[in-house]
């Protein structure tokens, strides 16, 4: 997935979840242009790890600051997942799975 992908899929999760009306560009601040609150953050990083299937983790929170930088973590997870390595995608995979077993109401996930 190309950096413009991920950043168009941030733009749409801002516009159906947070309500932002305007442009997102990869040097506007997340709290300070976007005037995220700390619950508007979390929405943000829920909305994208669902969009996206990847797991943000309290390293990448730190040094998140930017959409670029929530562009290069996003774009960093998808290509661990892609060569199947990390930890993070093997957690984001089988939380996939057992998630969509629950969707399907099949009985693996919780109730």
């Known amino acids: 997935m190309t950096d413009a992908e991920i950043l168009a899929g941030i733009a749409a999760v ?8 305007g442009p997102v560009r990869p040097e506007m601040r997340l709290v300070e242009e976007l005037r995220l609150d700390s619950i508007k953050l979390l929405t943000l990083a829920i909305e994208l790890e669902n969009r996206f299937r990847v797991r943000l983790d309290e390293e ?8 670029g930088d929530l562009v290069a973590a996003i774009g960093e997870r998808l290509e ?4 199947g390595t990390g930890d993070r995608g093997q957690q984001t995979e089988a939380t996939g799975d057992k998630a969509q077993g629950a969707a399907d109401g099949d009985g693996r996930g919780h109730r």
Request: aromatic share 4%; proline share 0%.
């Open 80 to 83: 661990e997942r892609g060569r």
């Open 60 to 67: 990448d929170e730190r040094a998140i600051v930017t959409v």
């Open 14 to 21: 801002a516009r159906e979840h947070l309500e932002w009306t």
